[in-house]
């Protein structure tokens, strides 16, 4: 056992740690530790050797600076010209905003959306909850409104690199329309009603025409299985709120795998029920088993996680079959002891629950996966129940490896490109094939790698500027509608369809605006076509925004055929012959957001990296190669990349390389003949001998790239995404998509700077999260037991109960006549709200949607580096190793050297748990009491606010904050120009910048703040302002009713709070969880905030300090199998470090 010091979760049996140097106690992270605010005040005096320059402004700024407000700082406001309705609709309140109905349309199924829009500009996604009660967005869909926005999208049509206008293409459309045969389209792998019939009637019109969908992540294996057993473009929907176990094969189905709506799985997870209105009840919890080669979030919210490579997933499948029977055909190489038991007792509890219970596996696994997945469910009875074959208009599509068959035959000579794919950057094969045909037309919004190489591009139009349909991930039809027309005159996919068919002119939003384009029309004939006919049922779809008609039919199930299995398993990866796995990237996908500033600097939910990726590897896996040490030891200043300051002999790497200079050390990669240059990092619960690295970056660098790469990419993509990564599909080769076997590494002994938040505001030494198991705990005693000291666990165990030091009427020292004021209290509404870890899967949806709504800048790899994100929500993210387990369950122990037994901790396959932390709007602030202008100050409704014109700087708040929630603005990131050398530090004297593009996303709502202002949660504030204004509207009603002066008018403190459970602010109504509840304590038990914070489960952040938060959290259940090797291990992982 290491000599070096344990943080240990107190009487928890657990070890806690949220970095590679907290884990190893190094002396850096100690010193880390003494300082509030990372790379603070004292680096100011050298600050302007760092400045930033124009072209690394635009990539840390880019659409998020022109969006979230150059020229308005805090109340002051920038002299502009309007020009306004000549007659305004009545229905346009200047301020007020306007909500429509929408969907955003995905490979993973469509999500219907409410748009915000202020003076017709769509500003905010938000969730429909007609469609779903539970709601929620997701990442992708809230961050999705900046891309259109974006000063990089693309804006012109383009030939052969150069621009031409309009009517060049359109005469170039029509000569191709006379004769479409031999005409490719690909499309992206969404289904639409629409395009599929426009689809049906170019072929019908022009027979030798072709028609495939491709996306880089698309799961072949997946789709060939299911039309296999199921039928020709079938797919399987699961329905997670009937199922009562589930095994999950390497599939991340909460976040970036969904086969499914997943509210089921978290409404499920609710100990107390969704709407907290029950008593807790640990039978009505699920229970999740995954196992995977690399840390998901799913698997962070599993019960039993089993640590094991991608390619032996099908040794894991193929072993859950044969303990249920289905088959006798198992892959060569034996499983070992302890995945042999853990796969025995999973079965045994799926077969238990039949019926009740649905296996997945992650859609980028092989057919024999897939194969083996279907037989298992089969036997399990869950088709029909959890499972839902559903046929889709998919099998009228070829994929890419028929196009490029196609192509290399003469059959196709021209290929139209609509979808969101990049098949130059990211399909192996396709730059070579793309220079066989007569003409590549590329439909984007950015002028990517694709976009470069084609014949022509033509500028599309983002999702919330055209018409359209798509079907949710239940199979639902959905409509998509534009809120505003395309800003640069882009050209929609069923416009560009349309054209192509009739031979007409594509549809000019800038001259044409005032008619209704085709494929408003075209979309309005579909949904007539599936029952939809009249002017009462349009509009009833326009404003639910779908339509239970039209939805997917269901599919025959088949036999599913198990022939593949046998010769399916490759050897388990070695030191000498690693693995690659192929990840999705949470922030990038598949490398379509690049350009996208919010989503490249949210940290990933599980390495935390911002702006980068790196190569993965586990600590087993980084000793073997000799690169342990290199990850833990500081860096000789003269080695490191970027700021560079060669006075200093020692860069303060801290242990991950944390704070300014942090550089991980760069390998390189080789597989398949190919080679990477990556850094690499440490990431906790990865499988052995296993690399994983996401896909998406590394699309285009310019001169400054750190490591002098290549420049000849720099225009694919904007100064958002340029220099950001590295390219992991030069790695990926047609019959390796997923994992790649057999690879090498070789250490470059040289590094790389990145921008890691994972130890930036620790609240070291505290607790913080806290978890129970519904099992008996040794020494906590049985699950009610348990549910009893969720309040004591930690320092609350000990902690003197929190007395006012105030005088206290009736008191010996109580004297009326110096009696001070009474505090403000409204008595109408006091706001509250409750994060429930066990919903909470970390996935920064609820981060994203509070930049958007509040009008957060970005402030780019550099200022995150040393801590200057400007989130109002840190998503924490902790390791938690449980004590070691051997065969039978018993817990290990070893000899100290002194006689004493001590526990044995796995910390190779910790346990995870994120919580998000943002202001806890403290009812006794710190942060009130030491500012000396009255900034911030507590409202009569419960809040912390802030005055921003107030705010002189002093930081003293910020330390004084026991949660680090608070930001302060170190430059003027919203309005200074910081693309002219050193102007950030002219101050006044500096050049203003307005930006490329238009301030139209930005919230009018919310001040935008100036430089030296201090920032922070203010729970939506201007949203709580609106519910409170609505509701005094009955004040009004009353008056009128009774024909008297409203001040003559009595109503009650009921009558005049917004309704029950109506005010929702961002981070909640993004949140696919549900893990965040809010409302109006006032209420009482009519509110859902209230009963959640009745649960015994509820429990206050740092709550011995007195602070008395009106945000408090849940703690997270694991309901663990008792006849699991590792079932004593879980649930005892509390973050109490000492």
């Known amino acids: 056992m290491s000599d070096r010091k344990m943080n240990k979760a107190e009487e928890t049996g657990t070890k806690v740690w949220r ?466 027309l395309p800003l640069y005159g882009g050209v929609s996919e069923l416009d560009l369809l349309v054209a192509l068919l009739t031979g007409s002119k594509l549809f000019n939003s800038i001259t044409e605006g005032a008619k209704l384009s085709p494929a408003y029309k075209e979309v309005r004939k579909t949904f007539e076509g599936i029952g939809g006919a009249g002017d009462a049922a349009w509009t009833k779809l326009l404003r639910d925004g779908f339509s239970d008609k039209g939805a997917y039919a269901a599919a025959q199930v088949g036999a599913a055929d198990l022939s593949s299995v046998v010769g399916a398993a490759v050897a388990a990866p070695t030191v000498e012959a690693l693995e690659i796995s192929f990840l999705a990237d949470p922030s990038v996908l598949d490398g379509r957001y690049i350009n996208n500033a919010w989503l490249q600097e949210a940290p990933d939910p599980l390495t935390k990296i911002t702006w980068d990726n790196c190569a993965m590897i586990s600590p087993q896996t980084a000793k073997d190669l000799g690169l342990y040490e290199k990850l833990v030891q500081l860096e000789p200043k003269g080695k490191l990349y970027g700021m560079v300051d ?160 105030y005088k206290q009427k009736g008191s010996s020292t109580w004297h009326d006549k110096y009696q001070a004021d009474e505090h403000l209290f409204d008595k109408r509404q006091q706001w509250a709200m409750t994060i429930d870890l066990n919903s909470c899967t970390g996935c920064n949806a609820c981060l994203v949607a509070c930049q958007a709504e509040n009008n957060i800048p970005v402030v780019g790899k550099t200022q995150v580096a040393i801590g200057r994100a400007m989130h109002w929500i840190r998503m924490d993210r902790y390791f938690a190793a449980v004590q070691k387990t051997d065969i039978n369950g018993q817990l290990i122990t070893e000899d100290d050297g002194h006689g004493h037994q001590v526990p044995v901790y796995d910390e190779s396959n910790p346990e995870m748990i994120p919580q998000p932390v943002a202001c806890q709007q403290c009812e006794s602030a710190p942060c009130e009491t030491v500012c000396p202008v009255n900034a911030t100050v507590h409202s009569e409704d419960g809040l912390n606010t802030m005055a921003y014109n107030r705010c002189i700087g002093t930081r003293y708040c910020a330390n004084n904050c026991p949660y680090k929630a608070r930001r302060f603005n170190f430059f003027d990131y919203n309005k200074r120009n910081p693309l002219v050398h050193k102007n950030l530090y002219k101050g006044p004297l500096g050049e203003k910048q307005v930006g490329e593009a238009p301030h139209l996303q930005r919230n009018p709502n919310v001040s935008v703040r100036m430089r030296g202002v201090m920032e922070k949660c203010t729970y939506c504030v201007q949203r709580l302002q609106e519910a409170k204004i609505k509701a005094k509207s009955v004040l009004k009603n009353k008056s009128v009713a009774a024909g008297v002066p409203s001040a003559e008018v009595s109503v009650s403190d009921a009558e005049m709070r917004p309704p029950v459970n109506s005010v929702r602010v961002a981070c909640q109504d993004a949140c696919e969880a549900g893990a965040i509840t809010f409302g109006n304590i006032q209420n009482g038990d009519k509110e859902t905030v209230v009963r959640a914070r009745d649960s015994k489960r509820n429990y206050a952040l740092l709550n011995y300090i007195g602070t008395m938060p009106r945000t408090t959290y849940l703690a997270r259940v694991k309901n663990p199998n008792a006849k699991m090797p590792d079932a004593k291990a879980i649930g005892k992982a509390t973050i109490s470090m000492h």
């Open 19 to 484: 970095s590679l140097g907290q884990l190893e106690d190094t002396p850096q992270f100690r010193e880390y530790l003494e300082r509030e605010f990372p790379e603070g005040s004292a680096q100011i005096e050298t600050e302007e050797d760092r400045e930033v320059t124009r072209r690394s402004f635009m990539k840390l700024m880019g659409a998020s600076t022109a969006l979230a407000g150059f020229g308005l700082a805090s109340c002051r406001r920038p002299e502009s010209l309007i020009v306004p309705f000549a007659e305004a609709p009545e229905w346009v309140i200047p301020g007020k905003p306007l909500y429509y109905a929408s969907s955003m349309p995905s490979a993973k199924g469509a999500a219907s959306l409410v748009v915000t829009t202020h003076e017709g500009r769509p500003t905010k996604i938000e969730p429909n909850r007609l469609f779903s009660k539970q709601g929620g967005t997701g990442t992708f869909a809230q961050a999705s409104v900046l891309n259109m926005y974006d000063p990089a999208r693309s804006r012109d049509f383009v030939k052969a690199g150069k621009t031409v206008t309009r009517g060049e293409f359109e005469e170039f459309a029509k000569e191709l329309s006379a004769d479409l045969n031999k005409t490719a389209f690909v499309f992206g792998e969404d289904n639409s009603a629409t395009r599929d019939r426009l689809v049906g009637e170019i072929a019908a019109k022009h027979s030798g025409s072709k028609f495939y969908k491709y996306e880089a992540l698309a799961g072949e294996g997946q789709k060939l299985a299911n039309e296999k057993v199921f039928g020709k473009g079938s797919a399987v929907i699961a329905d997670y709120s009937k199922a009562e176990r589930i095994l999950s094969l390497d599939a991340d189905f909460l976040e970036m795998d969904q086969q499914g709506p997943v509210s089921g799985f978290y409404n499920n997870r609710a100990v107390e029920g969704p709407q907290y209105d029950q008593k807790p009840d640990k039978n009505r919890i699920n229970r999740l088993y995954i196992a995977e080669g690399i840390f998901s979030l799913t698997g962070g919210m599993a019960d039993h996680r089993l640590r094991i490579a991608p390619s032996q997933i099908v040794r894991i499948a193929a072993a859950v079959a044969v303990e249920l029977g289905v088959s006798t055909q198992v892959p060569a190489g034996a499983l070992g002891e302890f995945e042999q038991k853990w796969v025995k007792e999973c079965a045994a509890d799926l077969k238990a629950h039949a019926g009740h219970s649905v296996v997945v596996a992650g859609s980028r696994h092989s057919e024999a996966v897939q194969q083996l997945v279907i037989a298992i469910n089969q036997k399990l009875g869950s088709y029909g129940k959890t499972l839902k074959p559903v046929v889709t208009n998919s099998g009228a599509y070829g994929k890419l490896t028929d196009l490029l068959a196609d192509i290399d035959s003469g059959a196709v000579e021209n290929v139209i490109l609509v979808g969101p794919a990049n098949p130059v950057y990211d399909a192996a094969g396709f730059a070579a094939a793309a220079k066989k045909l007569k003409n590549l037309v590329h439909l984007g919004e950015r002028l990517d790698a694709t976009a470069n190489a084609a014949s022509w591009h033509v500028p599309a139009a983002h999702y919330l500027e055209s018409w359209g349909d798509s079907y949710a991930a239940d199979g639902r039809y959905t409509v998509v509608q534009p809120m505003i």
């Open 646 to 805: 060669v006075s200093k002999p020692n860069a303060p790497v801290g242990p991950d390389g944390e704070g300014r200079d942090r550089a991980q050390p760069v390998i390189k990669v080789v597989v398949n003949g190919a080679e990477l240059e990556i850094p690499v990092m440490v990431a906790f619960g990865q499988a052995d001998n296993l690399i994983s690295i996401a896909l998406g970056y590394g699309q285009g660098y310019d001169e400054h790239n750190e490591l002098g790469l290549s420049t000849e990419g720099a225009a694919n993509v904007s100064q958002v995404g340029v220099n950001t990564g590295f390219n992991a599909y030069l790695l990926r080769t047609a019959e390796t998509p997923y994992i790649a076997t057999g690879a090498k590494i070789e250490d470059l002994d040289k590094r790389y700077s990145t921008a890691v938040t994972q130890e930036h505001h620790s609240m070291y030494g505290r607790a913080i999260a806290r978890e129970i198991s519904t099992n008996d705990v040794e020494h906590k005693g049985s699950f009610e037991k348990q549910l009893e000291g969720v309040k004591k666990q930690g320092v609350d165990s000990h902690a003197p109960p929190n007395i006012s030091l």
